[in-house]
């Protein structure tokens, strides 16, 4: 017999909301990467960190499959939106660097996960920062007129921050997940 919790769609309902999330957060992220704050920093390593958020409060409510199922919707969804907002060597860049960071801070997490609750996103987001700001400014900028090099400094100086601060709302999330584990059930 066909149970109704092993549908397809009560099982995607519960990928859709990180998914998207993480999909319009990279799509603006690779908007904001366009506009230089400064010499060293750009309004996209301010946006960019809270897919790192998304993927960590999945991977702690579902596990890391379904983090990963989630990353992968996401990347997918976002390299696609990108290419219309965004020329296609950021989009590209964007999407390579994104699914390795992923799944390294998924890898982490799930590593950490018995951990005290902060070293788990934090660790891990430190950690897939520094892979994504690596592949991301290198395949988007090398050759360009633009200081990659000090961007991507800048750059990952504030994801670094960001992960600090993105503790909070993780922190204040972190009782709210066991309902949407127990809708995956």
């Known amino acids: ?12 309902r519960q990928f859709i909301v990180p998914a998207l999330a993480m999909a319009m957060v990279v799509v603006l992220s690779n ?12 309004w996209g390593a301010f946006t960019y960190p809270v897919v790192f958020l998304v993927t960590d409060l999945t991977n702690r409510a579902l596990g890391p499959s379904a983090a990963r199922k989630v990353a992968w919707a996401g990347f997918a969804v976002a390299v696609v939106v990108s290419l219309a907002v965004a020329p296609w060597r950021i989009a590209l860049a964007s999407g390579c660097a994104f699914i390795v ?12 996960r018995q951990a005290t609750w ?7 987001s430190v950690l897939a920062s520094v892979i ?3 592949i991301f400014f290198f395949l988007a900028f090398y050759g360009s007129d633009m200081d990659w090099l000090m ?15 993105l503790l909070l709302p993780y922190r204040a999330l972190l009782p709210h997940l ?8």
């Open 101 to 112: 960071a992923q799944w390294l801070d998924i890898s982490a997490f799930n590593r950490l």
């Open 31 to 42: 908007f904001a990467v366009q506009f230089p704050i400064n010499d060293w920093l750009t």
């Open 178 to 185: 066991s309902v949407w584990r127990a809708s995956a059930v």
């Open 151 to 165: 961007l991507a400094t800048g750059d990952i100086a504030v994801k670094w921050a960001m992960a600090v601060v």
């Open 1 to 12: 017999m066909n149970h109704p919790e092993n549908s397809p769609t009560i099982v995607s």
């Open 132 to 134: 994504d700001t690596a």
């Open 118 to 124: 902060w070293q788990a996103p934090l660790i891990g």
